[in-house]
T-cell receptor
Framework: SQQGEEDPQALSIQEGENATMNCSYK?????LQWYRQNSGRGLVHLIL?????REKHSGRLRVTLDTSKKSSSLLITASRAADTASYFC???????????FGSGTRLQVQP | DGGITQSPKYLFRKEGQNVTLSCEQN?????MYWYRQDPGQGLRLIYY???????QKGDIAEGYSVSREKKESFPLTVTSAQKNPTAFYLC?????????????FGEGSWLTVV
């Protein structure tokens, strides 16, 4: 079963603009992670935010978590063509010792 | 270099055949995972293993089998009972299973039924 649902499913922006992706989930979590996948490749970890954190930054990435709404957002600032990829949220929910991934957002950054 | 190696990259299966996808890691990780990804979709968990000689079913284990005889290796067999096996298969590992651990992925294997 899919724990997370990303929104939008696809996003196309111009280089230099900001990209915001949202993730909603259904059950209580211990933490939430974001991963990136280039087409036809494996996933790469971007950032982890714990359930007791509300915001976290890493370089051009900013992640927020609202456990009351069971949602998270990933903001990529000053996007580059190289940011073109699919982005997935993954939750580490209570009682399950493996990550559950959402359906992903496909980001296209036009040069 | 440390990492996760999946082979083969591309595999074709005839109807009724079993095929095995290889996954090897040299990261000294205890936990290993198999996920399936259909085109344009998210990842679904097939099996995971927290330690050698132990593994648990994920959300879509039917038609698949695994073994974990060595820490470094977690092969996945796609059996003839899996009626729609065409997909991208991703192997991953983490230092341990459980909360807060980053998982590291291999480059994936494409399986096509012909």
């Amino acid at each position: 079963s899919q724990q997370g649902e990303e929104d939008p499913q696809a996003l196309s922006i111009q280089e230099g603009e900001n990209a915001t992706m949202n993730c909603s989930y259904k059950t209580s979590i211990n933490n939430l992670q974001w991963y990136r996948q280039n087409s036809g490749r494996g996933l790469v970890h971007l950032i982890l935010i714990r359930s007791n954190e509300r915001e976290k930054h890493s370089g051009r990435l900013r992640v927020t978590l609202d456990t009351s709404k069971k949602s998270s957002s990933l903001l990529i600032t000053a996007s580059r063509a190289a940011d073109t990829a699919s982005y997935f949220c993954a939750t580490d929910r209570t009682g399950r010792r493996a990550l559950t991934f959402g359906s992903g957002t496909r980001l296209q950054v036009q040069p | 270099d440390g990492g996760i190696t999946q082979s083969p990259k591309y595999l074709f299966r005839k109807e009724g055949q079993n095929v095995t996808l290889s996954c090897e890691q040299n990261l000294n990780h205890d936990a290993m995972y198999w996920y399936r990804q259909d085109p344009g979709q998210g990842l679904r968990l097939i099996y995971y293993s927290q330690i050698v000689n132990d593994f648990q079913k994920g959300d879509i284990a039917e038609g698949y089998s695994v073994s974990r005889e060595k820490k470094e290796s977690f092969p996945l067999t796609v059996t003839s009972a899996q009626k729609n096996p065409t997909a991208f298969y991703l192997c991953a590992s983490s230092i341990a299973s459980g909360t807060g651990n980053t998982i590291y992925f291999g480059e994936g294997s494409w399986l096509t039924v012909v």
